[in-house]
């Protein structure tokens, strides 16, 4: 009787990591046949990039012990057999990269900067952070502190935009097209969903035409046009001109992708707000938005890394973003034909920040459960 | 709102009847240069961060000229498309932006070109291997080019003058263009003389590229200012022109203290030593000596950026004085 109550195993094949390969990469032949395909292809790149970009690349030294200091020095240059990756072009204009033409007395500006802008995102990012209302509170006025720090004034030296460049440009074009995107965003949307025919024409005019353009062309009417309409004299500044340009493109992307949220919401919601007597920003605020912000997460943060990549347009308009310091170096006589490593560099260096943003999406969909059903039927 | 806008018309009247750019210049302490956004050789930054290359010592030679300091310059990195209007704006001093000075660029967009800093034209670059040592034996050769340009219609032209055929390649950037010359898919990659060069530097082994003597095109590149402003003009103008001269003279970085007690006339009116020139130019009289001193003359200038001893290799050819082959020549110093 004993060995009928024992508990039989499920079958070898089904469990485990047999199972887990069965199910997942051999289900059946067109499955196992891509299977055997990919792994003999990542059987030949794998070994192939790691020696190339680790195992026979330099850092700061080439295969002699040299310091590298410019591109004749790079082993795959001395000796084309067992060159690897020139790391040491990164290595040298590593500061370049990072901060620009920045000046270097007061560069500690910007990593305090950078330091700051983790702390503001702390609060966003982690809801049960402690404390976490004074880190918002810090959150808020975290931009005033930054534009005075980076930029001078409050007894700071004056640096001009002009000197900023690299990864600070693009984080500055970066964070600051996305934060103000939003709110405008949120206004164009409920703007063209307004019962006021002019509010909601102009809404709509409004983002028909800004996303009936491409970004090249509003960042060349803010660096071409725009000056020739102001005043000789009046100087608007360069980066300023093109942070206007990114900000009304993005809002405009903003503000469809929120008003699918807006369109997804049931009538019942709006009604039953209503019918509680409450007044039009109250439902908004309360009811209506907190919902469709929430299902609108995957296309917000979609076009989010969009326009980040985006920025790298600006070096059309003569800004000399991550990317464009890139360029730059490959202009320098000393530096030519490192384009590999350069551009390896740079898109590793967005992957890193797009690919954080994907994981954080994905964090708030799962804490949020955005897909729930909402209360339809 | 009626009140608003005189305000701003006042505003507007009062910024459009400032100086000239010169006093601009003087008061905002520093000059502002538009450049590339980096090319080798003319602009690029270098590892500290600091400008450098032919262009750019146009930039600095013209705030020594003003400020006596090379450091009172502001770069601008500029387009293709973005050069022109952002010197119209006013947004830059002067474009020293390897642009080719044309007719419809000096008249009809109101700029003004003050000279030539380097003469460029389109050239070829083959591979060592092919043999070929003349652009005439390239009869029956695909040729990678780039769409929409001058370039094509150079290359159509030559061509056709020559009496031979070639097969085109279309392309659409200059990294493209090395690509494909660098895998085999075209036996000849043709643009700018100086483009040619940065590509062949760029490649792992240059020594198999090479350079033909043909140049099919004149690409006079050259420092331009707005038009109308002739007291700029003439300071832009003459610093590239005491830098030719100087070259001319013989007198450069290294002996230019010397050269303050040389018996010839001209280097004492350059030097400042004799005549009141800077003060024509509403400079300081030593205004070219510093120029000297701290930029160099025009051949140091272009032995340090581009010169046979730099990665890019480009010998002076067309750039060589008017006394050694070349065309570079200034007016005289009196």
């Known amino acids: ?377 | 709102m009626k009140k608003l806008l005189s305000i701003f018309a006042v505003v507007a009247f009062a910024f459009s009847a400032h100086a000239g750019t010169l006093d601009d210049v003087k008061n905002r302490g520093f000059l502002k240069c538009g450049v590339t956004t980096g090319l080798a050789g003319f602009a690029a930054p270098d590892d500290s961060g600091e400008w450098a290359g032919l262009d750019a010592d146009m930039c600095r030679a013209v705030a020594v000229a003003v400020f006596g300091d090379r450091s009172k310059v502001e770069f601008i990195t500029t387009t293709g498309k973005s050069r022109f209007p952002t010197l119209a704006s006013g947004e830059v001093d002067m474009l020293a932006r390897n642009t080719t000075w044309t007719i419809s660029r000096d008249v009809n967009l109101g700029f003004e070109f003050v000279g030539v800093n380097f003469y460029d034209g389109q050239g070829f670059m083959v591979p060592s291997a092919l043999g070929v040592s003349s652009a005439t034996e390239l009869d029956g050769a695909t040729v990678c080019i780039q769409t929409g340009t001058t370039t094509e219609l150079n290359l159509a032209d030559f061509f056709r003058l020559n009496g031979i055929s070639y097969e085109a390649l279309p392309i659409e950037t200059n990294d493209e263009g090395k690509e494909n010359l660098f895998a085999g898919r075209c036996d000849v990659y043709t643009t700018d003389a100086s483009g040619l060069s940065s590509t062949r530097a760029a490649a792992s082994n240059p020594d198999k590229w090479k350079v033909l003597p043909e140049i099919i095109s004149k690409e006079p590149l050259g420092p331009l200012v707005r038009h109308g402003d002739h007291q700029w003009g003439d300071v832009v103008r003459w610093s590239l022109n005491a830098m030719i001269i100087a070259e001319e003279l013989g007198v450069t970085s290294e002996n230019v203290d010397a050269q303050m007690s040389s018996n010839v006339p001209e280097v004492l009116r350059l030097l400042g030593v004799e005549g009141n020139y800077g003060e024509m130019l509403e400079l300081s009289n030593d205004w070219a000596y510093q120029i000297i001193k701290q930029i160099g003359n025009y051949s140091e200038s272009y032995e340090a950026n581009v010169g046979p001893d730099t990665p890019l290799e480009i010998a002076r050819g067309l750039n060589a004085l008017w006394t050694q082959g070349g065309i570079l020549y200034a007016p005289p110093f009196r």
């Open chain 1, 1 to 377: 009787m004993n060995e009928m109550n024992e508990v039989r195993k499920p079958p070898v094949a089904t469990t485990g990591i047999i199972g887990w390969l069965r199910i997942n990469l051999f289900f059946n032949w067109t499955n196992s046949l891509i299977t055997l395909f990919v792994i003999y292809c990542l059987y030949h790149f794998i070994p192939w990039i790691l020696d190339w970009t680790i195992f026979s690349a330099d850092f700061k030294y080439n295969f002699l012990g040299e310091q590298i200091t410019n591109q004749e020095m790079c082993s795959r240059n001395l000796d084309p057999e067992n060159g690897g990756a020139c790391w040491a072009v990164i290595y040298v204009r590593f500061y370049q990269f990072i901060y620009g033409f920045y000046p270097k007395v007061e560069v500690w500006r910007v990593n305090v900067a950078y330091v700051m802008l983790a702390l503001a995102l702390l609060p966003l990012l982690y809801a049960n952070l402690p404390y976490r209302k004074y880190f918002l509170y810090f959150t808020y006025i975290f931009p005033v502190i930054a534009y005075f720090l980076l930029n001078g004034g409050f007894g700071f030296a004056e640096v001009s935009t002009n000197k900023w460049g690299g990864l600070l440009v693009t984080l500055v074009l970066g964070c600051t097209g996305i934060a103000l995107a939003f709110p405008i965003g949120i206004m164009l949307a409920l703007g063209r969903r307004s019962k006021l025919p002019v509010i909601s024409m102009m809404c709509t005019l409004f983002i028909e035409f800004i996303r009936g353009v491409p970004l090249i062309t509003l960042l060349f009417f803010g660096m071409v046009m725009l000056p020739l309409f102001l005043p000789e004299g009046i100087d608007m500044d360069g980066l300023v001109r093109v942070l206007v340009a990114v900000t009304l493109f993005q809002s405009a992307y903003m503000a469809e992708v929120i008003r699918g949220g807006l369109q997804a919401i049931p009538p019942g919601q709006y009604e039953a707000a209503k019918s509680l007597g409450m007044s039009y920003w109250r439902m908004n605020l309360l009811i209506i938005l907190p919902q469709a912000i929430r299902i609108s997460i995957p296309p917000i943060v979609n076009t989010s890394i969009g326009l980040f990549k985006d920025t790298t347009l600006v070096i059309i308009v003569g800004i000399l973003d991550l990317l464009g310091i890139g360029r730059g170096t490959l202009a320098d006589t000393n530096w030519l034909g490192l384009s590999y490593e350069i551009y390896f560099f740079v898109s590793l260096v967005f992957f890193i920040f797009t690919f954080g943003m994907s994981r954080y999406s994905l964090y708030l969909e799962k804490k949020l459960k955005t897909g729930i059903n909402m209360g339809a039927d």
